[in-house]
């Protein structure tokens, strides 16, 4: 059974041999190696039998040597089987074109899955996703990596606490948690301004409640600011003051300080980092297995130093993932910057890094007033700095008033 279905997927052949003593004949193919199977006399002067479809070659080269005719009666076998049906080709370009329809839209993006948020936060997703090119019928190759996503809707979306992204198939599944906003004093709560940070202050502006200190004060965290008791007034006696006495507001102001802070940092005097100029050029392979060949994007760019990003994109076949994917292949290019700073410039740079740090942590809100080196020492080739960074900034807080104030 095992070597006829050898001899099916290889092909062979019914010849028939006519002369002479017919089987004389399929003697000399034994001796010359050729394969011979099922021979059988139909007449005094013909004979008939199989052969493997590689062994017509010789089997030719041997009747040309003798006074024997052939002919082949019969053919069997995958390749015979093949080229016939190469011949239906309203058939062949039809199934390859099937195939390719199939695998066209099994890598296109069919549907978003979201879960776990509320309605309106949804659709601020939706529409978030929509910017960034990714909504049903979108091609997959072009849909960021599921961590890219990810990453780009908690920047963009505040109301997210965790997002989590996953594509199985043409379907992208996402699910996220709203970020619970805990609010310290409700709104219309009655409540007083105190001071969130030591400092001067620079600014006021009250528009409700009644202040207690002014423009010039100095102020440690917690000091009261405005107070939201406005019922009465000190130098009222107590009956009056029952009289004209109402019920505690929620102050509200906006209240400027000067404040202060102490930087610490290291800046070396000799530096080297790598920067982007910005120019890129993409290539495209398609790897099947262990192999990979390019599809677009022959020539290597003109850089002398490059960065290499590569993104891997599995090519879908309906709900099958194919031993087949798309790489694309970002190559970036760069330069090194190397160099050796003074110590006035070490200085500079610390100052300028000190002023940045503070106002990523601070907020659009806070403005650098000045700066100031309070300690400076040279160690191992690097510049230890305390830079003082005085700053004015919002220091309002709000509290409630506790009963019984």
């Avoid at 080297?272 to 677009?296: A, D, V």
Wanted: glycine share 8%.
């Amino acid at each position: 059974m095992k070597r006829n279905y050898g001899k099916r997927i290889r092909g062979y052949v019914t010849v028939r041999v006519s002369g002479e003593k017919p089987e004389l004949f399929f003697q000399k193919c034994a001796n010359e190696g050729i394969l011979i199977w099922d021979v059988k006399k139909v007449s005094s002067k013909a004979c008939i039998a199989k052969l493997k479809l590689q062994d017509i070659k010789k089997l030719k080269q041997l009747r040309r040597r003798t006074i024997y005719k052939i002919s082949f009666e019969e053919r069997k076998g995958l390749p015979f089987g093949f080229s016939r049906f190469l011949k239906k080709r309203f058939l062949v370009i039809g199934i390859i074109g099937g195939v390719l329809f199939f695998l066209f839209l099994s890598n296109l993006l069919w549907s978003v899955n979201i879960t776990g948020v509320p309605k309106e936060i949804e659709e601020k997703i939706k529409v978030q996703l929509d910017s960034y090119g990714i909504h049903p019928g979108v091609w997959l190759f072009s849909v960021d990596t599921p961590k890219d996503i990810q990453r780009n809707l908690l920047d963009d979306v505040p109301e997210l606490l965790w997002a989590g992204v996953e594509l199985q198939g043409t379907t992208l599944y996402l699910e996220g948690v709203e970020k619970i906003i805990v609010e310290e004093l409700d709104p219309g709560e009655p409540g007083n301004i105190v001071a969130a940070k030591e400092g001067v202050i620079t600014r006021m502006y009250v528009s409700k409640g009644e202040p207690v200190k002014q423009i010039n004060d100095y102020v440690k965290p917690g000091d009261l600011l405005v107070s939201g008791d406005i019922s009465y007034e000190e130098d009222q006696d107590e009956d009056e003051s029952d009289k004209n006495k109402t019920e505690p507001i929620a102050a509200e102001a906006e209240i400027f300080a000067n404040t202060w802070y102490e930087v610490t940092l290291t800046v070396p005097l000799s530096y080297n980092y790598e920067q982007l100029t910005g120019n890129n050029k993409n290539k495209y392979y398609m790897k099947m297995g262990q192999l990979q060949f390019p599809i677009w994007g022959f020539r290597d760019p003109d850089f002398k130093q490059t960065q290499v990003e590569l993104n891997e994109k599995p090519i879908q076949f309906l709900k099958w993932q194919l031993p087949i994917s798309i790489i694309e292949s970002e190559i970036n290019e760069k330069q090194l910057h190397e160099g050796e700073r003074t110590k006035e410039e070490a200085i500079e740079a610390g100052k300028q890094q000190a002023v940045k740090q503070l106002e990523n942590e601070l907020g659009p809100d806070a403005e650098i007033l000045s700066e100031k080196v309070l300690h400076e020492r040279i160690e191992h080739g690097k510049v230890k700095l305390i830079v003082y960074v005085s700053v004015e900034e919002n220091i309002v807080k709000n509290e409630p008033i506790r009963q019984g104030d």
